[in-house]
């Protein structure tokens, strides 16, 4: 019997424990039988989704408690690590990890498929289901996040990424390795890269890099009749660079700012935190996550911004949860065979980064005039309530309106995004002001 039949029918005898026991009323007072139960037969761990309709809160509750100790008991394999429950969807999942013998982490990308042909999108890996799954660099997605500790299978993930994208000469790559280079000098001859890959050996030519960046990302908005090529700022193991002031206000900027730009910003960390990812403000922007396995709850909860799935939970070695706005998936990462990087070596151009100054990296928003500002996050304001849902031409019209003057589209758009950000964040603490009043009236 293959693999994939070993784990069926492992799976099935499960769904069949997990039944029976619904029936007898062993997971919640009252008894029932399960709507349906899905079987998932994943690479690295099973899974059951139970449709449980109203007694879904109170199986969950049954399952998770006491360290999930009830869930172990009807798992029918010597599973590794700890099992997990929790709701997805409609559905309470239950998950546990494969034994060595029938679990598959070796998936190279020559194996799943064709690189996309599309110079947004990359391979990521193979679903629990057995689909390809493909992420994409997008207007709702703009930038990612790659956590995951040492041996989680992080830095792969990232190199699978840069190495399909790298494809296209449209896409330009500014590459920054907080791991002296281990991690991302195997892309340091590559033709579409900007400047040489820089590292934590000298943080002035990481400051460099990214002060490029943000000049490129202004002069852009300056130029109103240009296109421009994607511009791709690759950051593995961001926190060796957190404790710098200088990097992380402009990283900040460029990630709040970059997309109407076409610059995009991928940050690897080794240790999630809000503060390991450059502050709240470029963790809010990150809606693309790539989540693999980390230590505790807590860094679970940074990378999925709530309680679950639990990151800990992973196996390691591309086990992970891709994760977009209102979607999460279970991924076996496949991995980008280091001779066919290599072979993308054909040399590049010679530039330098410029010299650092603290002028060319300030803020873009200090170009605007206050009466810009304010009609901004007015607008901002009104198109979140509901009032008007114009863009960046309405957002033009009325600071003609109001001031007789008229600015170029790209200035518009980034004045538009540069009051979304405030408001929003005017709006958050407005929130987090409330809360804490309720809280201290009760």
């Given at each position: 019997m293959d693999t994939a039949n070993i784990r069926l029918k492992l799976l099935k005898e499960w769904a069949t424990k997990i039944s029976q026991a619904s029936m007898l009323g062993v997971f919640t007072k009252a008894k029932f039988m399960p709507n349906e139960i899905v079987l998932v037969n994943g690479p690295r761990a099973g899974a059951l989704e139970i449709?449980?309709?109203?007694?879904?809160?109170?199986?969950?509750?049954?399952?998770?408690?006491?360290?999930?100790?009830?869930?172990?008991?009807?798992?029918?394999?010597?599973?590794?690590?700890?099992?997990?429950?929790?709701?997805?969807?409609?559905?309470?999942r239950l998950e546990a990890a494969w034994p060595m013998g029938i679990s598959d982490r070796d998936i190279p990308l020559a194996s799943i498929g064709a690189n996309?042909?599309?110079?947004?999108?990359?391979?990521?890996?193979?679903?629990?289901?057995?689909?390809?799954?493909?992420?994409?660099?997008?207007?709702?997605?703009?930038?990612?996040?790659?956590?995951?500790?040492?041996?989680?299978?992080?830095?792969?993930?990232?190199?699978s990424a840069i190495y399909q994208l790298a494809k296209f000469n449209q896409n330009k790559f500014v590459l920054i390795d907080g791991k002296y280079g281990d991690g991302l000098n195997i892309f340091s001859n590559i033709p579409n890269l900007v400047g040489p890959v820089v590292t934590n050996q000298d943080i002035d030519e990481v400051r460099k890099a990214i002060a490029w960046v943000k000049a490129e990302m202004m002069r852009r908005y300056s130029s109103i009749h240009e296109t421009f090529d994607q511009l791709i700022l690759v950051i593995d193991e961001v926190q060796s660079f957190v404790d710098d002031q200088a990097i992380t206000g402009m990283l900040a900027d460029i990630i709040s700012q970059g997309r109407g730009a076409n610059i995009?910003?991928?940050?690897?960390?080794?240790?999630?935190?809000?503060?390991?990812?450059?502050?709240?403000?470029?963790?809010?922007?990150?809606?693309?996550?790539?989540?693999?396995?980390?230590?505790?709850?807590?860094?679970?909860?940074?990378?999925?911004?709530?309680?679950s799935p639990r990151l800990s939970s992973l196996m390691g070695a591309g086990d992970a949860y891709a994760i977009a706005p209102n979607n999460t998936l279970r991924t076996q990462i496949a991995y980008a065979d280091r001779r066919l990087i290599e072979q993308m070596n054909i040399?590049?151009?010679?530039?330098?980064?410029?010299?650092?100054?603290?002028?060319?990296?300030?803020?873009?928003?200090?170009?605007?005039?206050?009466?810009?500002?304010?009609?901004?996050?007015?607008?901002?304001?009104?198109?979140?309530?509901?009032?008007?849902?114009?863009?960046?031409?309405?957002?033009?019209?009325?600071?003609?309106?109001?001031?007789?003057?008229?600015?170029?589209?790209?200035?518009?758009?980034?004045?538009?995004?540069?009051g979304r950000e405030v408001f929003e964040e005017i709006a958050r603490l407005g929130y987090c002001i409330s809360e804490c009043e309720e809280e201290n009236d009760s």
């Open positions: 449709s449980a309709g109203l007694n879904a809160g109170k199986m969950l509750g049954g399952l998770s408690a006491d360290d999930y100790a009830l869930h172990r008991q009807f798992i029918p394999w010597d599973f590794i690590g700890d099992p997990v429950v929790f709701m997805s969807g409609r559905f309470v996309p042909k599309d110079v947004n999108r990359w391979i990521a890996g193979k679903t629990e289901t057995g689909a390809t799954l493909t992420l994409s660099i997008s207007d709702t997605i703009p930038h990612y996040l790659f956590a995951g500790i040492t041996g989680s299978g992080k830095t792969v993930a990232m190199r995009h910003v991928f940050l690897g960390t080794q240790h999630p935190t809000v503060e390991n990812v450059g502050g709240a403000k470029v963790k809010r922007n990150l809606s693309g996550r790539v989540g693999l396995h980390v230590n505790d709850w807590k860094a679970s909860e940074v990378v999925v911004g709530g309680t040399g590049r151009s010679d530039f330098e980064w410029p010299e650092y100054s603290l002028e060319d990296a300030s803020y873009s928003g200090a170009s605007f005039s206050p009466i810009e500002t304010a009609i901004s996050i007015t607008h901002a304001f009104e198109r979140k309530n509901g009032i008007n849902r114009g863009g960046r031409d309405l957002l033009k019209e009325k600071i003609r309106s109001m001031t007789g003057a008229s600015i170029g589209s790209p200035k518009a758009g980034s004045l538009r995004n540069y």
